[in-house]
């Protein structure tokens, strides 16, 4: 269970396995801002793309109203469909090393560092705080990246 689950019967109690993964670093990488739920939603709002880079295996539950799924493995080889806005990365949650080992990914083969967001609550913390979910889309062509990387 990677996700929250609801207790049935009890308002606001969530059930949360902790026994994987390892918590991750607020900070990723100095020039990558980290962003809440709050400043995710602004920048999907102004036309963002959020990028759910969780293992197909995990996304039964929905993702993040907006977001397209590129699982990890594949965000470089997939990254034209990123286009050249604000990406805003996320995975499982703050215990969860996908995003981190993505936007390092990206940062790797010369990504622009200030066009990437990292939101490390992921879906653990979106859910706990009762936010909506939406289901799972596979990423969209997007219009190639205009900047050379």
């Not at 759910?52 to 397209?68: C, H, K, S």
């Not at 990423?139 to 190639?144: K, Q």
Request: net charge neutral; glycine share 12%; aromatic share 6%.
């Amino acid at each position: 269970m990677r996700v929250p689950r609801a207790v049935a019967g009890e308002v606001g109690l969530f059930e949360v396995d902790a026994t994987w993964g390892v918590i991750q670093p607020l900070k990723l990488d100095a020039r990558v801002e980290t962003v809440g739920e709050l400043e995710l939603r602004e920048h999907a709002r102004a036309g963002a793309l959020l990028v759910d880079v969780r293992l197909r295996r995990y996304l039964g539950g929905g993702t993040i109203p907006g977001a397209v799924n590129i699982p990890r493995a594949e965000i470089v080889e997939r990254r034209d469909e990123l286009g050249d806005g604000v990406v805003v990365v996320f995975c499982n949650g703050p215990q969860c090393p996908a995003s981190g080992q993505a936007i390092a990914a990206l940062l790797s083969v010369g990504w622009p560092a200030g066009s990437l967001r990292y939101y490390r609550g992921g879906i653990h913390d979106w859910v706990t705080l009762g936010l909506p979910l939406a289901p799972t889309v596979p990423a969209p062509p997007r219009a190639p990246a205009s900047v050379a990387r």
